[in-house]
């Protein structure tokens, strides 16, 4: 009877340890198919959901230059020309600056020193350093252009878990540059280069450019029509614009 009671016992213990290991082995699995499943999943229905992070910059659709007749105005160390449309106000804050045009067109200038201190915050990241790679943050212009290039359908569930948070990283940059615009284009001119989301022909009659110049200087400006409602600005006047571009000397 001892020995009975003692084989037995030994037996339960040996299958209850079996169950606990086999018990941490699932759990463990589990969790390594939600890392792994997780962002593929996540990004595959907000790619559904919101098509825009599917596009990549195409070639403008009009590459040509109106004349300006308008004044040169200068912010934050740059200046352009603008149309000659009349200027009804001009608003001048420390972080944005807006050009109200009589007709309604409405012009949006942002602090070139607050937008490199977003980007720099990403590329000074170290967690960020180590998902996006230290190509990709090499420059301000290098991280927006992987972002630019990044597509939902670049996730895939196959993939190693890092290489789909990286994709899915330069998605939320992604965002946030294009907004809620139904195109993406590829802008070089002059002394820059960079990214044009949204077509000022098409409704909302909004344009967001992204520009970098030599220095990796970060440049954003907002283009749009009355209420969206009706266009503001040529693709033609926009490319002259862009154009014009000129740092201001420091004396």
């Given at each position: 009877?001892?020995?009975?009671?003692?084989?037995?016992?030994?037996?339960?213990?040996?299958?209850?340890?079996?169950?606990?290991?086999?018990?941490?082995?699932?759990?463990g699995?589990?969790?390594?198919?939600?890392?792994q499943?997780e962002?593929?999943?996540?990004?595959?229905?907000i790619?559904?959901?919101?098509?825009?992070?599917?596009l990549?910059?195409?070639?403008?659709p009009?590459?040509?230059?109106?004349?300006?007749?308008?004044?040169r105005?200068e912010f934050?160390?740059f200046?352009?020309?603008?149309?000659g449309?009349?200027?009804?106000h001009?608003?001048?804050?420390k972080g944005?600056?807006y050009?109200?045009?009589?007709?309604?067109t409405?012009i949006?200038?942002?602090?070139?020193?607050?937008?490199?201190?977003?980007?720099?915050?990403?590329?000074?990241?170290?967690?960020?350093?180590?998902?996006?790679?230290?190509?990709?943050?090499?420059?301000?212009?290098?991280?927006?252009?992987?972002?630019?290039?990044?597509?939902?359908?670049?996730?895939?569930?196959?993939?190693?878990?890092?290489?789909?948070?990286?994709?899915?990283?330069?998605?939320?940059?992604?965002m946030?540059?294009?907004?809620?615009l139904?195109?993406?284009?590829?802008?070089?001119?002059?002394?820059?280069?960079?990214?044009?989301?949204?077509n000022p022909?098409?409704?909302?009659?909004?344009?967001?450019?992204?520009?970098?110049?030599?220095a990796?200087?970060?440049y954003?400006?907002?283009i749009?029509?009355k209420?969206?409602s009706?266009p503001?600005?040529s693709?033609?006047?926009?490319?002259?614009?862009?154009?014009?571009?000129?740092?201001?000397p420091?004396?």
């Amino acid at each position: 009877m001892q020995k009975w009671w003692n084989v037995s016992w030994k037996r339960i213990g040996i299958a209850l340890l079996i169950l606990y290991a086999a018990g941490w082995a699932v759990f463990g699995i589990v969790i390594l198919v939600s890392n792994q499943l997780e962002p593929w999943i996540v990004t595959r229905d907000i790619g559904r959901h919101d098509p825009r992070l599917n596009l990549v910059p195409a070639t403008l659709p009009d590459k040509s230059l109106a004349a300006l007749s308008g004044d040169r105005v200068e912010f934050y160390g740059f200046s352009f020309q603008i149309p000659g449309k009349k200027v009804a106000h001009r608003i001048d804050k420390k972080g944005i600056s807006y050009l109200i045009f009589g007709d309604g067109t409405r012009i949006v200038i942002i602090n070139p020193s607050s937008l490199f201190q977003a980007l720099n915050a990403i590329r000074k990241d170290a967690h960020m350093d180590r998902i996006l790679g230290q190509e990709t943050v090499r420059t301000n212009y290098a991280l927006m252009a992987a972002a630019m290039a990044a597509t939902s359908d670049q996730v895939k569930w196959w993939r190693i878990p890092s290489q789909n948070a990286r994709i899915s990283a330069l998605l939320g940059i992604k965002m946030d540059a294009i907004h809620d615009l139904n195109a993406l284009y590829e802008v070089n001119s002059g002394e820059l280069h960079g990214f044009q989301a949204g077509n000022p022909s098409i409704a909302p009659y909004k344009v967001i450019l992204n520009l970098f110049d030599g220095a990796d200087r970060h440049y954003q400006i907002w283009i749009s029509g009355k209420d969206g409602s009706s266009p503001g600005l040529s693709q033609a006047e926009i490319n002259a614009m862009v154009d014009s571009f000129r740092p201001i000397p420091h004396n």
